[in-house]
């Protein structure tokens, strides 16, 4: 007889510590949500109108990535320095969603000028900015939009491909140029 009413308190027991803990959730998602708007704009707008689509010339290093997770596809072009060490200019050809473009947008746009040393540390630092650990220091704050996509597991490889791509770029001869396509699903 007694077996309803237990039934009846587990039920409210479950009940009160599922809005207890969606209301917990609301609060955090309230926080996330602001800075969501926030990001969003300005990767809506490295989407819209980015700055580095294109070839650049010469074409010093080319390498292309995808992501067949999502379909992006991303081709990037490197304009280096008379000694090789530097990076002078990023271009990017592809096609994406809107996190793939605006990440490739903002990456070449932070690269100018930088060593290839340096660019390689950036890489690292966004990967792992990806995986909820640490963000740019102020220079490069920019790149801190992207922080938000840490979230969204699913759209980590998206952030990720241009950065990827540009470590393979990076790393490989230049005399390998068009050297196929790596794919996002390979390591990471
Ligand atoms: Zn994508």
């Keep these: ?8 308190i587990g039920e409210t027991i479950a009940l009160s510590s599922q809005r207890f803990l969606s209301s917990s959730l609301n609060l955090k998602f309230m926080n996330l949500a602001n ?4 990001y969003q704009q300005v990767i809506l707008e490295h989407y819209k109108k980015p700055r580095h689509k294109g070839k650049t010339n010469p074409v010093d290093r080319y390498q292309k990535g995808h992501n067949p997770s999502c379909g992006d596809t991303i081709e990037l ?9 530097r990076i002078e200019e990023v271009k990017f050809e592809g096609e994406g969603c809107a996190i793939a473009i605006a990440s490739a947008d903002l990456m070449a746009d932070a690269l100018r000028g ?3 040393t340096e660019a390689l540390e950036m890489v690292q630092r966004f990967q792992n900015m990806m995986k909820g650990e ?3 220091p102020k220079e490069q704050r920019k790149l ?13 490889k998206c952030a990720n491909l241009t950065w990827h791509t540009l ?7 230049s005399d390998s140029q068009g050297s196929g396509c790596i794919s996002n699903e390979v390591d990471s």
Excluded: C, H, W, Y
């Design 77 to 85: 072009t490197l304009k280096l320095n008379d000694v090789g060490d």
């Design 35 to 38: 800075l969501r708007d926030l």
């Design 1 to 8: 007889m007694s077996d309803p009413d237990r039934i009846g």
């Design 114 to 116: 930088k060593s290839m």
């Design 134 to 136: 640490g963000e740019f």
């Design 167 to 173: 470590k393979a770029a990076i790393e490989s001869s």
């Design 144 to 156: 801190n939009v992207m922080q938000g996509v840490s979230q969204f597991p699913v759209r980590i």
